[in-house]
């Protein structure tokens, strides 16, 4: 048996495959990608299974064993399963609406002006010379709302479901969204970790 | 058997409204999600939960944020948005209504009768 092995980004980790269950693999993903065809999401969904796969290969390797084979990769791709056609086909009819969020990605602080600006849809660099102007000219009070903007916004969830990127630190943004927790009735009852 | 595949469909539709319940009960990722429908019924897949996920995030009934893991990548945690909140309250509402209404008709075909 040959061993050649590759190695591979999956979801967000990185794993090291041997010939025959990379084939397996992108068998699997096309076909994922098919039964998704249409549905908004298909990039972070399929970003989200192949988390799934790699968590579920690396809990199958023997502590000395390096390189995935197809019968660990086999063993994952029946625990994740088939995309399942109804419930990805029910995800196209509803279009995103617009949300006015922060965006990490491409952010200078937390990326309250490039969430206004996508709410807006407008570029971001307008957005961003409004706000100094008005930095300049109020001083004080435009530094206030922006921390005020950026303690009540809500995190843009991330393109192809990459985790954020921004500026803000998790630890940081775990903070806000800690103090958020009290403003918001609907997670009263969650546990804060 | 025969029984099993009438109530295959049943466990699909339900499958939505157990999701809501679950990660209603605080910050939820996925493996935890699946632990506990595992010991159920409702046992299901990444395959499936992921597709289901995106569309209630779609719908505003559900929302996540990133969280740190002590190992492996960052992880996504799910919890109900208010709209979600309101959705699980209406639904555990109707459930209660479908089992009082299955307990009466069942009383009605044991010969008495309806008030």
């Known amino acids: 048996m040959k061993r050649h092995a590759t190695t591979i980004s999956l979801g967000r980790s990185t794993l090291q495959l041997d010939e025959s269950a990379i084939t397996r693999l992108e068998a699997y993903l096309a076909s994922a990608r098919g039964r998704l065809e249409g549905n908004p999401d298909r990039e972070e969904i399929l970003t989200d299974l192949e988390q799934a796969i790699a968590d579920r290969c690396l809990q199958r390797l023997a502590p000395t064993q390096s390189i ?3 019968l660990e990769l086999e063993a994952a791709l029946s625990e994740v399963g088939q995309v399942d056609e109804a419930t990805a086909a029910a995800a196209t ?5 617009r949300r006015l969020e922060q965006i990490g990605e491409g952010a200078v602080i937390s990326g309250v002006c490039l969430g206004i600006a996508r709410y807006l ?3 971001a660099l307008w957005v961003r010379i409004v706000t100094v102007v008005l930095t300049l000219l109020s001083g004080f009070t435009a530094v206030l709302i922006y921390a005020l903007l950026m303690l009540l916004l809500p995190f843009a969830p991330h393109p192809a479901g990459s985790p954020p990127l921004g500026k803000i630190p998790a630890k940081s943004r775990q903070a806000i969204s800690y103090i958020r927790s009290f403003f918001e009735p609907a ?3 969650g546990s804060s970790h | 058997m025969t029984a099993d595949s009438k ?7 339900l499958l939505e409204f157990v999701v809501l319940k679950i990660v209603g009960g605080g910050h939820v990722y996925v493996p935890d999600i699946l632990r506990r429908l595992a010991e159920t019924e409702f046992s299901t897949q990444e395959g499936t939960l992921y597709p289901l996920l995106s569309k209630l995030r779609r719908e505003q009934l559900v929302d996540y944020e990133w969280r740190e893991s002590e190992s492996g990548p960052p992880r996504k945690y799910y919890r109900l948005t208010a709209a979600g909140l309101e959705q699980l309250t209406a639904l555990d509402d109707y459930w209660l209504r479908i089992n009082r209404t299955l307990a009466n008709l069942g009383h009605n075909q044991s010969g008495h009768a309806s008030p």
């Not at chain 2, 109530?7 to 539709?13: C, N, Y």
Request: proline share 10%; glycine share 4%.
């Open chain 1, 93 to 97: 009819y509803a279009e995103p609406e």
């Open chain 2, 7 to 13: 109530l295959t469909p049943l466990r699909k539709g």
């Open chain 1, 121 to 123: 849809k407008v570029d």
């Open chain 1, 187 to 189: 997670v009263k009852n």
């Open chain 1, 68 to 70: 995935v084979t197809a």
